[in-house]
């Protein structure tokens, strides 16, 4: 049997007729267009999440520094404001009657400002201590909850106090910087070397008003 074939034919079935071509770019483009929307829906969903998440833990982070950092710079503010103090009282008996004591003493009640600076960055402070006589420790948790949960975000950050002019710590006391010694009273004694090492006896530094410095500066910054 002989099969003859047309060229018209053969075209056809080589050649689909544009019309069909168009369609065909057409759903191709609709596709894509879906694909897109879902890429651009789904990235929303994990993006807007995490970013919630680290705005919270920053907003901990800064509730816990503002919290720690208020409550050791107002303990600084009352050490400074003892040493302004005893420079202007008439005698020497008085001056020294402000020192001596536990530098913990001098700073009760300031986890009342802690609490304050916790509030006012949307926290509550859980917790507020001292580590040593001059690290403030403060734990505070937001009061907003982590989207889509029931838990809310903890943080916690410690200040410490560097007592740079006028006033010193001794054992734990507050005491007067004087000639580069740490001085609790009028009648501190101290250990003096020899250029050779050895220990001299003990003896009583007399100070001088004019020795004293003007104002005392306890400066505070957050440690790790």
């Known amino acids: 049997m002989i ?6 034919s ?5 050649f689909r ?7 065909e770019r057409g759903s ?3 596709y894509s267009v879906g694909i897109i929307i879902f890429l651009v829906a789904l990235s929303l969903v994990l993006i807007v999440p995490l970013g919630d ?9 800064t509730a816990a520094d503002s919290a720690a950092l208020a409550g050791a710079g107002a303990c600084a503010d009352r050490i400074e404001s003892v040493y302004r103090k005893a420079r202007s009282l008439p005698d020497k008996k008085s001056f020294w009657a402000q020192f001596g004591k536990p530098v913990s003493s001098y700073c009760q009640g300031v986890s009342r400002e802690a609490h304050d600076y916790a509030r006012s960055n949307n926290a509550t402070l859980v917790s507020f201590t001292t580590t040593g006589s001059l690290r403030f420790r403060a734990a505070v948790r937001l009061d907003t909850y982590i ?6 975000l903890s943080s916690v950050a410690t200040a410490q106090l560097t007592f740079s002019k006028g006033v010193c710590v001794k ?15 009028s009648d501190d004694f101290h250990t003096q070397k020899t250029e050779r090492q ?3 006896p003990n003896r009583k530094i007399e100070v001088k008003a004019t020795e004293l410095e003007q104002e005392a500066t306890v400066e505070v910054r957050l440690v790790a």
């Not at 099969?3 to 018209?8: C, D, E, K, N, P």
């Open 171 to 185: 054992n734990g006391s507050l005491g007067v910087k004087v000639n580069g010694y740490c001085m609790l009273s």
């Open 3 to 8: 099969i003859v074939v047309s060229a018209s």
């Open 198 to 200: 050895n220990d001299k």
């Open 17 to 23: 007729p544009r019309s069909d071509r168009r369609d």
């Open 28 to 30: 191709i483009a609709v």
């Open 53 to 61: 998440s680290i705005a919270d833990r920053r907003n901990a982070n």
């Open 147 to 152: 989207a889509g949960t029931d838990q809310r």
């Open 10 to 14: 053969f075209s056809l079935a080589l």
